[in-house]
């Protein structure tokens, strides 16, 4: 069964420094991998997804993220934090050959940016 | 585009009661599929329709919850009866379709808050 980690339940970084929110991944075969952005009182947001081809992947707002296969990681990036990216990130992984869409997703990680 | 919506948004019940939330997905999503997020963790999948079929349940404790999706489109999930642990909140997802692989990101509702008394 498909599982994910993310090592940190909170990360601290100062307005306008790189930010990066960790992600290892477990499953059978190969992923599809995910994240969410959770704002108080409010659903996930989806940011980028990692299905093939390029490792390095853009999202929304400024966000990427990097497939790394031997490392089974897939960190999240942003190269300047705004006080406004503070918020509840979730990863999460499908593994392709599993029937169904099912998601498996990681407790979270608080991102705290601040001015 | 309309998003997912849910209601209530919140609700507060005693244990022993029942409680129903309701789901209406983004138009044209064939997949729809409710989470229970507890405080501190990740969403944990419930049940998954395609349609008005169910893809998955495995992980739906079906002692007490029951979940339909009658005509495709919008869903109900209910409790009955309610145990303390039941609180958290109940999130909605919708994607286009199972078939066209599961590349699809899963769009999200607001949620609806649960707290058992």
């Known amino acids: 069964a498909q599982s994910v980690a993310q090592p940190e339940d909170q990360v601290n970084v100062a307005e306008g420094n790189p930010l990066t929110v960790k992600c290892t991944y477990s499953?059978?075969?190969?992923?599809?991998l995910f994240w969410y952005v959770q704002y108080p009182n409010r659903g996930l947001q989806f940011l980028l997804k990692?299905?093939?081809?390029?490792?390095l992947v853009k999202g929304s707002y400024g966000f990427e993220a990097e497939f790394n296969k031997s490392q089974t990681s897939f960190h999240l990036k942003k190269p300047s934090a705004l006080v406004s990216d503070s918020a509840l990130y979730f990863c999460?992984?499908?593994?392709?050959?599993?029937?169904?869409?099912?998601?498996?997703f990681g407790a979270g990680t608080i991102l705290r940016v601040k001015s | 585009e309309a998003g997912v919506a849910q209601s209530p948004r919140y609700k507060i019940i005693e244990k022993r009661q029942s409680v129903a939330f309701w789901c209406n997905p983004i138009?044209?999503?064939?997949?729809l599929y409710w989470y229970q997020q507890i405080l501190g963790q990740g969403p944990k999948l419930l049940i998954q329709?395609?349609?008005?079929?169910?893809?998955?349940d495995s992980q739906l404790p079906k002692d007490r919850f029951s979940a339909e999706r009658l005509k495709g489109v919008d869903s109900t999930l209910k409790i009955q009866p309610a145990k303390l642990e039941d609180s958290a909140v109940y999130l909605c997802?919708?994607?286009?379709?199972?078939?066209?692989?599961?590349?699809?990101?899963?769009?999200f509702g607001p949620g609806t808050r649960l707290t058992v008394l």
């Open positions: 499953v059978s075969g190969n992923p599809y």
């Open positions: 997802a919708s994607s286009l379709g199972l078939l066209a692989s599961g590349s699809n990101e899963q769009f």
């Open positions: 990692y299905i093939t081809g390029d490792n």
């Open positions: 999460a992984v499908r593994d392709v050959r599993e029937y169904g869409n099912k998601l498996v």
């Open positions: 329709f395609q349609n008005n079929g169910v893809v998955d």
């Open positions: 138009s044209g999503h064939a997949t």
